[in-house]
T-cell receptor, first 113, second 114 residues
Framework: GNSVTQMEGPVTLSEEAFLTINCTYT??????LFWYVQYPGEGLQLLLK?????DKGSNKGFEATYRKETTSFHLEKGSVQVSDSAVYFC????????????FGKGTRLHILP | EPEVTQTPSHQVTQMGQEVILRCVPI?????FYWYRQILGQKVEFLVS????????KSEIFDDQFSVERPDGSNFTLKIRSTKLEDSAMYFC????????????FGPGTRLLVL
């Protein structure tokens, strides 16, 4: 079945550092890919998404490119801020009638001032 | 901006008791979902609901679970006889009936079964 694998955390960076959180997926067909973020004490918020190969999703300085050849959707940000500290979930949905979201285990990110 | 709301934010219950978790989806959405996140683990799909019936359910969603849309605005998840392992954060989500449409999540209900 469909699955998502993302890098284990926690990831600790200094403010203004470059961020990469790796994510790979296994899916049949043409899934849509997502990054969700969960700030402390809050629910899940959609950060960005991409619905087809080579699409780049971007939001709040974060970006991720849908790479079908490597089945990857790595999250990047050029310069992180303390306020980016949160748990980041890579996820996919199968598309069409298979619309349930399959989440990765999440990566906790700590940004130090 | 419209948002999904959930009540209560926290609930503590005794093992064997029934609980009902409530969700108000975004008003023009027609697909509804429940997910759960056991502490420290990944978010897991429970059930999807469309046109007043279950579209899909996971292995977790056994006979102890049920969902209902009792009126035009609420979407509920009932656990008939709670078990210790039902302790988790439960998230409701909703989306428009359009292919590849985004699911919007509520803030969650933290359920603790003692």
């Amino acid at each position: 079945g469909n699955s998502v694998t993302q890098m284990e955390g926690p990831v600790t960076l200094s403010e203004e550092a470059f961020l990469t959180i790796n994510c790979t997926y296994t899916a049949t067909g043409y899934p849509s890919l997502f990054w969700y973020v969960q700030y402390p004490g809050e629910g899940l918020q959609l950060l960005l998404k991409a619905t087809k190969a080579d699409d780049k999703g971007s939001n709040k300085g974060f970006e991720a490119t849908y790479r079908k050849e490597t089945t990857s959707f790595h999250l990047e940000k050029g310069s992180v801020q303390v306020s980016d500290s949160a748990v980041y979930f890579c996820a996919l949905s199968g598309g069409g009638r298979d619309d349930k979201i399959i989440f990765g285990k999440g990566t906790r990110l700590h940004i130090l001032p | 901006e419209p948002e999904v709301t959930q009540t209560p934010s926290h609930q503590v219950t005794q093992m064997g008791q029934e609980v009902i978790l409530r969700c108000v989806p975004i008003s023009n959405h027609l697909y509804f979902y429940w997910y759960r996140q056991i502490l420290g683990q990944k978010v897991e799909f429970l059930v999807s609901f469309y046109n007043n019936e279950i579209s899909e359910k996971s292995e977790i969603f056994d006979d102890q679970f049920s969902v209902e849309r009792p009126d035009g605005s609420n979407f509920t998840l009932k656990i008939r006889s709670t078990k210790l392992e039902d302790s988790a954060m439960y998230f409701c989500a909703s989306s428009l009936p359009v292919a590849e449409e985004t699911q919007y999540f509520g803030p969650g209900t933290r359920l603790l079964v003692l």
